[in-house]
């Protein structure tokens, strides 16, 4: 059975189907997604086909509401569920499991089973199976870009960059699995032989946010994969249609059964679950630095291995000497993409005071050009944000800043086209002991610091608990080099606002959080180092 749960329209949508005879009466899950895919371009007047969208979507499966455990798609066990709902419009477009313990603790043993012989495949092996995956991930990108869009809200071009990216930590992984190689280390004694072995952790419980629905889950299963490790994935309850599709067509690829788990609901009792079980061996997630700090906590009764991807605040410099043009749109990416929501974004936009005004200004023309709208919409730059509490949270900050002095050059305000959507706004005048400095803003405001000399800049930047993104704009290559090296953040960007891949280490220092993803270091989160000692080599 494809779905048990029916997924949900507004009356809006199931007028517009009828009108156009496309709302099938059957509650067959064939037509429950074909409905489901059709109101993408009805509603959103794409020029794609709708028919061809819907039969396409229909016969590749993708549309998933029940968690999989073992290779089955389950309901929850009582048969809960939650609403999975459209941030731009607000109407709910599914209702999924609302699993919890029970669930997890099954998945946990489906994956402590497939652990047993995934951790024995050969890498060659596991290299051909997420070979495929990624080509099924690119097969399918129109569709699960359009998926991301309807429940996370970014432009559909962003959505479809991610597909890519996010498709690209398969790829390697499936490149990386054949080159998880031990050493041989010269022995201090002539009768031993020493080794160093290379083998998968075990069984890897993955949590992950809403804002990269599946970047944030590939770029941790791709390596666990390759490594040999199985995994229980816990999508955000907010984006969770994205996931079970990427799992979806990891069983397509022929991936085994019980080596990719997928449960989602009730967060904190899936999470204890996860942390409770000696099962787990491994702890990766990505998200708010209250609840990575809690998972670390809990992870320290069965000492497990943990890796964090949390909160940042991201300075932005821009000296004096930087290409206007370069800096503008580098900070425009670094600070907006994804209407301000990943932890990389630009939070602290520092200006030295000779360029300060003229880079104020050609920032706001920048900002301003931006078109906001549904993540559908031709042209849409800036989507909603993912739900009002977002919005209400950028809202207090700005207010907070400017009661302390700072001035709203643009926007500043909630925009006109409804509840979760804020106008890209610019703000001067920022200290760096307003709360918009202290705080993740995770939304589309820009706040300008001024500041006069590197030493100052540098200063700024390091006085926070963060330490993940930062920028530097200068033309200078010693001064690049120098303050690459004194800013104590895991990731720079010199001249470039956007610089994430999955053949480079991603992660933070301080409290932004712990190990890295992507690139040969990734892998190594997912890996046990075992040393072998040959004595007595020389008897016969
Ligand atoms: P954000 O603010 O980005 O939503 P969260 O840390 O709240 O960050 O969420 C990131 C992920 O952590 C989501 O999948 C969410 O469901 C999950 N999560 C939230 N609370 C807990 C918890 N107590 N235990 C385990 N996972 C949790």
Request: aromatic fraction near 6%; charged fraction near 20%; glycine fraction near 10%.
């Amino acid at each position: 059975m494809m779905t048990t749960v029916a997924l949900k329209f507004g009356r809006r949508m199931n007028t517009a189907l009828r009108s156009s005879n496309l709302l099938y009466r059957s509650s067959s899950s064939f037509l429950l997604s074909a409905n489901f895919l059709i109101q993408i371009p009805l509603t959103r007047k794409m020029s794609t086909d709708a028919h061809n969208i819907a039969s396409q979507l229909n016969s590749s499966g993708l549309l998933r509401t029940q968690g999989l455990i073992g290779g089955k798609w389950q309901d929850a066990y009582d048969g809960k569920t939650i609403k999975v709902y459209n941030p731009s419009t607000g109407e709910s477009i599914a209702d999924v499991a609302c699993m919890g313990g029970r669930e997890t603790n099954d998945a946990i043993s489906s994956a402590f089973d497939a652990f047993k012989s995934w951790s024995k495949t050969t890498a060659a092996e596991r290299s051909k199976l997420l070979r495929k995956w990624y080509d099924l991930l690119m097969a399918h990108k129109e569709e699960l870009a359009q998926l991301i869009t309807l429940e996370q809200g970014k432009p559909l071009k962003e959505s479809l960059g991610e597909i890519n990216y996010s498709a690209g930590f398969i790829e390697f992984a499936s490149e990386e699995a054949k080159r998880i190689y031990g050493d041989i280390i010269p022995a201090p004694q002539s009768d031993r032989r020493l080794f160093v072995l290379k083998q998968p952790v075990g069984v890897v419980g993955a949590i992950t946010p809403w804002n990269f629905p599946l970047a944030m889950i590939t770029r941790k299963v791709g390596p666990a994969l390759a490594c040999g490790c199985t995994v229980v994935i816990k999508p955000s309850e907010l984006t969770p249609l994205t996931a079970l599709a990427a799992a979806e067509l990891s069983i397509q690829a022929g991936i085994p059964a019980g080596v990719v788990n997928v449960v989602m609901g009730n967060a904190p009792d899936i999470g204890d679950a996860l942390i409770a079980s000696p099962q787990i061996r491994k702890i990766t997630f990505t998200g708010s630095t209250a609840v990575g700090k809690k998972l670390m906590a809990g992870s320290a009764e069965t000492v497990k291995k943990v890796s964090l991807e949390l909160g940042g605040n991201a300075p932005c410099i821009v000296f004096d000497d930087a290409d206007l043009d370069v800096a503008v749109k580098g900070t425009l990416a670094a600070k907006f993409r994804n209407s301000g929501q990943t932890c990389v974004c630009a939070n602290r936009i520092l200006v030295q005071e000779g360029i300060y005004d003229k880079f104020a200004n050609a920032l706001l023309e920048a900002v301003q050009s931006m078109k906001v709208g549904d993540g559908f919409s031709e042209g849409v730059a800036q989507g909603p944000l993912i739900n009002e509490a977002a919005v209400k949270k950028v809202d207090s900050l700005i207010h907070e800043a400017t009661s302390k002095g700072a001035k709203v050059i643009l926007g500043g305000k909630r925009h006109s086209l409804g509840s979760t959507f804020y106008e890209p706004t610019v703000i001067t005048d920022v200290d760096n002991d307003m709360l918009i400095s202290r705080q993740e803003a995770f939304g589309p405001v820009a706040p300008l610091l001024r500041f006069k000399t590197e030493e100052d800049a540098i200063r700024i930047a390091n006085d926070t608990n963060a330490g993940l993104g930062s920028y530097v704009f200068t033309n200078s290559i010693q001064r690049s080099w120098r303050v690459a090296e004194a800013l104590e953040y895991g990731l720079v960007g010199v001249n470039e606002g956007v610089i994430s891949t999955e053949v480079a280490p991603f992660g933070g220092v301080k409290q932004s959080g712990l190990g890295r993803e992507g690139s040969k270091y990734g892998m190594d989160e997912y890996l046990e180092i075992k040393y072998v000692c040959l004595g007595n080599m020389n008897k016969d």
